[in-house]
């Protein structure tokens, strides 16, 4: 698989570099040119120069990728775009040659492993870095002058606009709702509820007048969730920075403080500095922050909107649930209701771990074959392509052997195409067979067992969450409401890891009893189930007046069907687990 990394800096003019929509634009045509598979890392507003490949969080996971062997070759617009720092260049250039990986700099094959290119690439490298020092020096200077004058860079404070000329301007419509963010603080109204007040009344924030999105990610699923910038909102943070920010009283400071200029003021000095010494006294004391233990943050998701379930937990206050996502965001955007965060957790350990009804259903359950023969048809292939490089990779070495050939360069490089493409395909093979195993009944049955028989031995909360996220892959909760009044009934659905059959649950408002009412199933369960099945399949036969026999290999319907009954998990209060 080839990778294609796309970088472009902050703050770039239009014109004046090459966009990521570009750069991915070429790097996907090579791909497909060259018939590969392809795999996109973009550092979007990230700068080359940076030291630290944490900051750089695509291209730390495109190394990642190449020292596991998932990425063989890499594409890029030029290396500018790969780095401006020569310390960061031979981390690249180390990890490629050491997993034998291709570098393609414009779509041209650059051997890094011949001492001219490495000689060539370095020189390039420092003279990346120089570029960029460079410009950095001219920059720094240039804002230091516009300083002197007056004039401002970079994004403007909220209540200011810049003028033709660079230089800062009061904008008065802002300017009014500083006046009275100060005003409501300065009578000792805390930040958090001046942000509140101010969403209440729709007032603008300063981001609600740009396009594009910010990018979010989330440290329980790792995905990233993207937000409209029209769409940003007030929040305490936000105000109690504002407050801080000694600009409103005429005095900007940048270069991490260690330049000021004059600005026109839009508090009195004295009004600034009265409100800040009253800031913290408008602070609740909350002590330490609390850290707060969320068993299934990850896994649940609404049967509404479609968002994550999220838990919300404060001991002091009433808090205590799973909530949608969309609500706790804005009430209005989604009808589903929270879930008691003790109920819902003891209701899946039960379920998993205490439950034989859980055990006896997956017990059950068989691998999908349409997916085990596909997987298994992919497998003979990769194992048929590997016997044939290793014929072409044992005739290479018979002709080095040759004295004739032993200095042969080219025979030399296509030896290392072949052990490479064997090595390839022998990584996939392992992945494949991994997946075989994973989808086996006999295999997953034991790995459930094994799990559960794990959570018998602990209790703390980390090996629970542990042994819960090995089992579960998702659950959604769907709310049904009563006509009038507070009630209704949760619908909870649990998909499981490893298996295409899902169980289906319903409890009611107060989530105490646990009712199996459905399952999904993606063939017959039991000999009863089967047995059925045939019989329904020979009506089916007869009925259409065809002469065909059942299949041997007849595993039954796919289907969807009711509880019966016998499942039910109930909850005591006195029995209910808190993990705080």
């Known amino acids: 698989m080839i990778a294609i990394y796309c970088r472009i800096s902050k703050h770039k003019v239009e014109g004046k570099d090459v966009s990521i929509e570009t750069q991915l634009e070429k790097g996907i045509a090579f791909a497909k040119l060259e018939g590969l598979e392809y795999k996109s890392f973009i550092d979007r507003a990230i700068s080359g120069t940076k030291d630290e490949i944490k900051d750089r969080p695509e291209f730390a996971l495109l190394l990642d990728h190449i020292n596991k062997g998932i990425i063989t070759k890499v594409y890029c617009f030029d290396q500018s775009r790969i780095e401006r720092n020569n310390m960061i260049w031979n981390l690249f250039t180390y990890t490629m040659l050491k997993a034998k990986c291709k570098y393609y700099p414009g779509g041209n094959y650059l051997d890094l492993d011949v001492a001219e290119n490495r000689l060539y690439t370095g020189i390039l490298s420092l003279t990346n870095e120089f570029f960029a020092t460079l410009t950095g020096q001219k920059v720094k200077l240039a804002h230091y002058q516009n300083s002197l004058k007056g004039k401002s860079h970079g994004i403007t404070a909220y209540g200011y606009i810049r003028s033709e000329n660079g230089l800062l301007e009061i904008q008065e419509d802002q300017a009014k709702v500083v006046r009275r963010i100060f005003k409501m603080s300065g009578e000792g109204i805390g930040v958090y509820t001046i942000a509140k007040t101010l969403n209440k009344e729709s007032i603008p924030t300063k981001f609600n007048n740009f396009p594009g999105e910010f990018k979010r990610r989330d440290r329980y699923t790792n995905?990233?969730?993207?937000?409209?910038?029209?769409?940003?909102?007030?929040?305490?943070?936000v105000v109690h920075l504002l407050i801080t920010n000694q600009i409103y009283k005429g005095i900007r400071k940048w270069n991490s403080g260690e330049?000021?200029?004059?600005?026109?003021?839009?508090?009195?000095?004295?009004?600034?500095?009265?409100?800040?010494?009253?800031?913290?006294?408008?602070?609740?004391?909350?002590?330490?922050?609390?850290?707060?233990?969320?068993?299934?943050?990850?896994?649940?998701?609404?049967?509404?909107?479609?968002?994550?379930?999220?838990?919300?937990?404060?001991?002091?206050?009433?808090?205590?649930?799973?909530?949608?996502?969309?609500?706790?965001r804005n009430p209005q955007l989604c009808t589903s209701r929270a879930l008691s965060i003790p109920k819902l957790e003891t209701f899946v350990i039960n379920h998993l771990f205490e439950s034989k009804d859980f055990q006896k259903f997956l017990a059950g359950q068989a691998e999908n074959k349409g997916e085990t023969d596909n997987l298994n048809k992919k497998l003979a292939l990769?194992?048929?392509?590997?016997?044939?490089?290793?014929?072409?990779?044992?005739?290479?070495?018979?002709?080095?052997?040759?004295?004739?050939?032993?200095?042969?360069?080219?025979?030399?490089?296509?030896?290392?195409?072949?052990?490479?493409?064997?090595?390839?395909?022998?990584?996939?093979?392992?992945?494949?067979?991994?997946?075989?195993?994973?989808?086996?009944?006999k295999s997953r049955l034991a790995r459930v067992n094994n799990v559960i028989g794990q959570y018998k031995l602990i209790s703390g909360f980390d090996d629970t969450k542990k042994l819960v996220h090995s089992l579960i892959k998702r659950i959604t909760i769907k709310h049904n409401p009563k006509e009038t009044g507070r009630g209704g009934y949760f619908l909870v659905q649990i998909e499981y890891k490893g298996f295409d059959e899902s169980i289906t649950f319903m409890t009611g408002w107060d989530a105490l009893k646990w009712y199996q009412i459905g399952y999904y199933r993606s063939r017959a369960i039991t000999k009863e189930d089967l047995q059925d099945d045939i019989d329904l399949l020979k009506y089916f036969i007869k009925a259409s007046g065809k002469k065909i026999e059942v299949p041997k290999d007849f595993v039954g319907f796919e289907a969807h069907g009711g509880g019966k009954g016998e499942s039910i998990i109930e909850l005591h209060q006195e029995e209910l687990i808190y993990f705080d």
């Open 259 to 328: 330049n000021e200029m004059k600005v026109p003021a839009i508090i009195d000095e004295a009004t600034w500095n009265s409100v800040n010494k009253n800031l913290d006294e408008n602070k609740k004391n909350p002590g330490k922050r609390d850290e707060y233990h969320y068993l299934l943050n990850g896994l649940v998701f609404c049967g509404i909107c479609g968002r994550e379930y999220r838990g919300k937990k404060r001991l002091k206050g009433r808090d205590n649930a799973y909530k949608c996502k969309s609500k706790l």
């Open 223 to 237: 995905q990233y969730t993207y937000f409209k910038k029209v769409d940003v909102r007030w929040r305490g943070n």
């Open 382 to 441: 990769l194992k048929k392509e590997i016997v044939g490089y290793k014929k072409v990779e044992k005739k290479a070495y018979d002709r080095l052997l040759d004295p004739e050939y032993e200095d042969d360069d080219e025979i030399k490089e296509r030896l290392r195409t072949i052990k490479k493409k064997i090595q390839d395909h022998e990584q996939n093979v392992e992945i494949i067979e991994n997946r075989l195993i994973e989808r086996d009944s």
